[in-house]
């Protein structure tokens, strides 16, 4: 096999501080161009005009090595992740435990937060759970000890010890007296409950005795009905019995008279 030998890339030269703030005032005179977000035709073509026109001020004005366009580009994304990663650990230091809040300087023009809003969008919100907002006026806390709600003031610190020893401070003696009225309380008669529910009146209403009794009218009624024609069936039924009685009895007529007129033939 053929030894394939691959060239090394040669390394570019170390970037100089003054050149990372040159490109930066070059970008934030094109970031409206550059940064934009749009991926159409017309805005691509301005982007690459905006980048050739940045590098060839960039090389005319550095006062290293003259730069490509992908180191160009390569390091402005550097720049911008460095930033976020500092904006990162700065919104950490804002959480629970983390400190008090850093004061902030007025944003100058090397701050690129200021010219990229949208790219560094840090939550400060001194409502969220997660995150202490100890700037503003003193915040009211809700301490419930053994079912007993206890609303503290609390005000804010400028340190996070001062906070938590004023809250344990009231806490202890929420608890005290806790303590101390418990043993009254066990000392004398058992205490009453705070509220007893009181069993409501049975309402009465006033269309029920009525309904019941037409209900128990239209029942008599039926009964009433049922009875009679009951009866009136036995009687059908007995007249239908005595019918047929009464065909037996012509039958047996009519068989004795056949027999008597046999009899008188044949003599």
């Avoid at 060839?56 to 004005?61: D, E, P």
């Avoid at 290293?64 to 390569?74: A, F, H």
């Avoid at 806490?171 to 205490?191: D, F, N, Y």
């Avoid at 409950?193 to 409501?200: G, H, I, N």
């Amino acid at each position: 096999m053929e030894n394939i030998t691959c060239k090394k890339r040669q390394r570019s030269e170390n970037w100089l501080e003054e050149d990372k703030h040159l490109l930066m005032d070059l970008v934030r005179e094109r970031v409206s161009v550059i940064e934009n977000k749009n991926t159409d035709t017309n805005t691509n073509s301005k982007k690459l005009a905006a980048w050739a026109d940045l590098l060839c001020s960039f090389n005319s004005m550095c006062k290293g090595g003259t730069r490509t366009l992908p180191q160009i580009k390569s390091q402005w994304s550097i720049i911008k992740m460095t930033k976020k990663i500092k904006c990162v650990e700065r919104k950490n230091l804002r959480q629970t435990c983390g400190g008090s809040h850093p004061t902030t300087n007025p944003e100058n023009g090397d701050d690129i937060c200021s010219w990229l809003p949208n790219e560094f969008v840090i939550d400060t919100n001194e409502f969220d759970s997660d995150e202490i907002n100890q700037i503003g006026e003193p915040s009211q806390n809700e301490i419930k000890v053994d079912g007993i709600n206890k609303l503290v003031n609390v005000e804010n610190k400028s340190s996070d010890n001062d906070t938590k020893s004023t809250v344990k401070d009231v806490t202890v003696e929420i608890l005290e007296k806790i303590q101390t009225t418990r043993e009254v309380v066990s000392i004398g008669s058992a205490p009453k409950p705070l509220y007893t529910p009181s069993k409501k009146p049975e309402r009465k209403n006033k269309n029920e005795k009525k309904t019941a009794d037409h209900a128990e009218s239209i029942a008599n009624t039926e009964i009433e009905c049922r009875k009679e024609f009951h009866q009136a069936q036995m009687a059908n039924e007995e007249r239908k019995a005595r019918n047929l009685d009464l065909d037996e009895t012509l039958i047996k007529l009519k068989i004795e008279y056949y027999k008597t007129l046999l009899v008188l033939e044949s003599k």
